[in-house]
Nanobody, 122 residues
């Protein structure tokens, strides 16, 4: 199986910064893309930022200019640098990885982390 281990969430004041990390491990042949999503209770999960193996990035409009996604392909790790944080950024953030597994290299599988809480105070 594949595990996604998230870290870096916490409590910060408005205007502060956090860096989220997500490391993938397990029976991985390659990772096509990794990303961060957010979800509030009773709401649909939505994309925050994503990055492909070729380092193409996409961002939600509400984080453009404030957040930066990057990855280390050797470590199978994705990072989300979160700057100029606002209380409106208070969510559980979940890591996603689209993985080609070693046990079947003709498919890809989406894996999700357990989520890490980001809370921004006024």
């Amino acid at each position: 199986q594949v595990q996604l281990m998230e870290s870096g969430g916490g409590l910060v004041q408005a205007g502060g910064s956090l860096r989220l990390s997500c490391a993938a491990s397990g029976t991985i042949f390659t990772i096509n893309a990794m990303g961060w999503y957010r979800q509030a209770p009773g709401k649909q999960r939505e994309l925050v930022a994503a990055i492909t193996s070729g380092s193409s990035t996409s961002y939600a409009d509400f984080v453009k200019g404030r957040f930066t996604i990057s990855r280390d392909n050797v470590k199978n790790t994705v990072y989300l640098q979160m700057n100029s944080l606002s209380p409106e950024d208070t969510y559980v953030y979940s890591c996603n990885a689209n993985v080609v597994p070693k046990w079947n290299t003709r498919i890809s599988v989406d894996y999700w982390g357990q989520g890490t809480q980001v809370t921004v105070s006024s």
